[in-house]
């Protein structure tokens, strides 16, 4: 998975608890990003990150947030997490040099269950 | 390659046969495309890709076309193996370097 870990895994947690999802990676590549998925949706951009401390919402942001304080980490935060964000979560990272887009290498997902 | 609901398409070929999987984008301004191929409980792996000032593009046993015109998308998997078995999926850029994915393509490969 082009180095990169995401944890934890899997987690359950119950309605109205806060929630947070990490991405490392080991290639420091500039941009990460993270997605979820759920069947029949492909997946949807949540926010990314185009360098240390500077990140942007995607097409499903609303009750995330994000955080990156350095290269190799990437924060995806739940600060209230309801039914509806039941979904598989994942990163990815992409170098994009000269600043064209390039290709996104994603982890392994995380299985995030709110009850 | 259009999905409705939650039921994704579905492709089923024979071993050693040749697989076409097709994706209609939606932006006629999209400059790059990128196909991806997801096995069940893994994150999706990149295939091949290709940018707006191509039309075709080769890699191992996989092409990919490229119709601007009429804002397709194509992936041609040669002699197909059991192991092609997965979820692929069509990806576009819009903006920057944030991509827009299509819900999916199944592709099931019968022995």
């Known amino acids: 998975d082009a180095g990169i870990t995401q944890s934890p895994r899997h987690k359950v947690t119950e309605t109205g608890t806060p929630v947070t999802l990490r991405c490392h990676q080991t290639?420091?590549?500039?941009?990460m990003y993270w997605y979820r998925q759920d069947p029949g949706h492909g997946l949807r951009l949540i926010h990314y990150s185009y360098g240390v401390k500077d990140t942007d919402k995607g097409e499903v942001s609303d009750g995330y947030s994000v955080s990156r304080s350095k290269t190799e980490d990437f924060l995806l935060t739940l600060e209230s997490a309801t039914s509806s964000q039941t979904s598989v979560y994942f990163c990815?990272?992409?170098?994009?040099?000269?600043?064209?887009?390039?290709?996104?290498?994603f982890g392994p997902g995380t299985r995030l269950t709110v009850t | 390659g259009e999905s409705v609901g939650l039921h994704l398409p579905t492709l089923s070929v024979q071993e050693g046969d040749n697989s076409i999987i097709n994706c209609a984008y939606s932006n006629s301004a999209s400059d790059y495309f990128i196909w991806y191929k997801q096995e069940s409980g893994k994150g999706p792996q990149f295939i091949i890709d290709?940018?707006?000032?191509?039309d075709k593009r080769q890699g191992q046993r996989v092409t990919v076309l490229l119709n601007k015109t009429v804002k397709h998308l194509s992936l041609q998997i040669a002699a197909t193996q059991p192991g092609d078995s997965a979820v692929y999926f069509c990806?576009?850029?819009?903006?920057?370097?944030?991509?827009?994915f299509g819900a999916g393509t199944i592709l099931r490969v019968k022995s």
């Open positions: 990806a576009e850029n819009i903006d920057g370097n944030k991509l827009v």
């Open positions: 290639e420091n590549h500039r941009y």
């Open positions: 990815a990272i992409s170098e994009s040099k000269f600043g064209l887009a390039d290709e996104q290498y």
């Open positions: 290709i940018r707006s000032n191509m």
